[in-house]
């Protein structure tokens, strides 16, 4: 079994190495599989039910999440972007629209500016890596992880990412937190570890440790992948 010092020093070179994976994909390829995961989680679940989701602006060639969040404020649903304001805790989200002034937070990555505080009942989460258990690799801040467990209720978390960010374990320690389902342009999987509420008080439940995202509409769930 790893030390915790293994295996931070395992993820900050697991992170590297994905990051400069992803960054050296053709752009054309990189757009095209960015345009496949969103189609698989447009497939997966109606978004806009949710009365506020929280997005991400795309980094180091992440799936960029503009278009979609562009599309949701269109519809009537609220979108926060993470801001970070106080180091090593919870993040906060601040409401943005298309029309949003924005400033530059952490790593340079825009934030908006003096919109007011929203609170997602769904996450849309990058991942630079992901597990079969859902548990997902980050930049290494912990910012999500830490958000999560400050908030009640937990709001609904899906992962977003690239095929290529597959791993067999992220070898979880305790204060990681896993994802609720993860989309790639291979598609879309459920994890069971928990009920999310949504919007509503609702609880969509899980009926398996793997199933497909779409069970949360309703519709028929086909078979498990």
Known sequence: MRT?????????????????ARLAMPVAE??????????????????????????????????????????????????????????KAPVEFREWTPDAAMTRGVWNIPIPDGT??????????????????????????????????????RPWTIGLGFDLGRLATIHPLDHDIPMD???????????????AEVDGGADPGFASPACLLGELGGEDPGPWR
């Open 4 to 20: 915790t010092a293994e295996v931070m020093a395992w993820r900050r070179e697991t992170r590297a190495r994905l990051i400069e």
């Open 116 to 153: 007011p505080l929203v609170h997602p009942a769904c996450l849309i989460v990058p991942l630079v890596g992901f597990d079969g258990l859902g548990f997902r690799l980050g930049y290494g801040g912990g910012y999500y992880d830490r958000t999560l467990a400050a908030s009640r209720p």
């Open 181 to 195: 389902g993860i989309v790639t342009e291979g598609g879309s999987v459920r994890h069971h570890h928990r009920g």
């Open 30 to 87: 990189r757009v095209g599989r960015a345009a496949e995961a969103l189609r698989s989680l447009d497939a997966a679940t109606d978004l806009s039910r949710f009365t506020v989701v929280g997005l991400y602006w795309p980094f180091r060639g992440e799936i960029d999440v503009k278009p979609l969040a562009r599309d949701l404020v269109a519809r009537g649903t609220r979108v926060g972007l993470p801001v970070v304001v106080t180091p």
